[in-house]
């Protein structure tokens, strides 16, 4: 167990729709960092928050977004969904004084979009 | 931009054998860290192993080992005693130690994955 919670494990949904979902890092770090897992994409990242504040993003589209609140947990919000959206969303963190350089992962979110 | 090649998608192993799964990268920094991830079927990305690049001692946990070469920009992992739990998708990950460079930000850098299968 990595310490790193989300919810929830599995998620369908129809085109076009909205969800969100959630990350609650290790206790003491204050990283967040989203990625998506597809077959023909691989691991690719999407955004990483720091403390509550967005520090970088990667190949996210702009019909997702994503916050990073006081108590430090996260949400990635999908919005418009397309059948190639469907793919499984990690959450990773790290950050903790004197290990900040490595990220552990949650188990995932699996979206399905029909 | 830094990128990270795994040239084998599948690799297969006798139980107890040693195999050895090879990962190439290419960056401008000299300063990083490299990773190994296990990816077993449930899903869940596994911490295998952990390199700091200034290091230039190959970093090992129990029956995992690297060969880290860092003028050629390879970073291998070499599983001994295979186990039948070893059988996974492995992910060779950069991550720039300068949170500042290029907009990296710290965000790993993943290869497409080795699919190591172990035959009892």
């Known amino acids: 167990d990595s310490g790193v919670t989300q919810t929830p494990k599995h998620l369908i949904t129809a085109t076009g729709q909205r969800v969100t979902l959630r990350c609650s890092p290790r206790s003491g770090d204050l990283s967040v960092y989203w990625y998506q897992q597809s077959l023909d994409q691989g691991l690719q990242f999407l955004i990483h928050y720091y403390n509550g504040e967005e520090r970088a993003k990667g190949n996210i589209l702009e019909r997702f977004s994503a916050q990073q609140f006081p108590d430090l947990h996260s949400e990635l919000n999908l919005s418009s969904l397309e059948l190639g959206d469907s793919a499984l969303y990690f959450c990773a963190s790290s950050g903790r004084p004197g290990h900040t350089d490595t990220q552990y992962f949650g188990p995932g979110t699996r979206l399905t979009v029909l | 931009a830094q990128t990270v090649t795994q040239?084998?998608?599948?690799?297969?192993?006798?139980?107890?054998?040693?195999?050895?799964?090879?990962?190439?990268?290419?960056?401008?920094?000299?300063?990083?860290?490299?990773?190994?991830?296990?990816?077993?079927?449930?899903?869940?990305?596994?911490?295998?192993?952990?390199?700091?690049?200034?290091?230039?001692?190959?970093?090992?946990?129990?029956?995992?080992?690297?060969?880290?070469?860092?003028?050629?920009?390879?970073?291998?992992?070499?599983?001994?005693?295979?186990?039948?739990?070893d059988a996974a998708m492995y992910f060779c990950a950069y991550r720039s130690a300068d949170m500042n460079y290029g907009g990296s930000q710290g965000n790993l850098i993943f290869g497409k994955g080795t699919k190591l299968s172990v035959k009892p």
């Open chain 2, 7 to 85: 040239s084998q998608p599948e690799m297969s192993v006798q139980e107890a054998e040693t195999v050895t799964l090879s990962c190439t990268y290419d960056t401008s920094e000299s300063d990083y860290y490299l990773f190994w991830y296990k990816q077993p079927p449930s899903r869940q990305m596994i911490l295998v192993i952990r390199q700091e690049a200034y290091k230039q001692q190959n970093a090992t946990e129990n029956r995992f080992s690297v060969n880290f070469q860092k003028a050629a920009k390879s970073f291998s992992l070499k599983i001994s005693d295979s186990q039948l739990g």
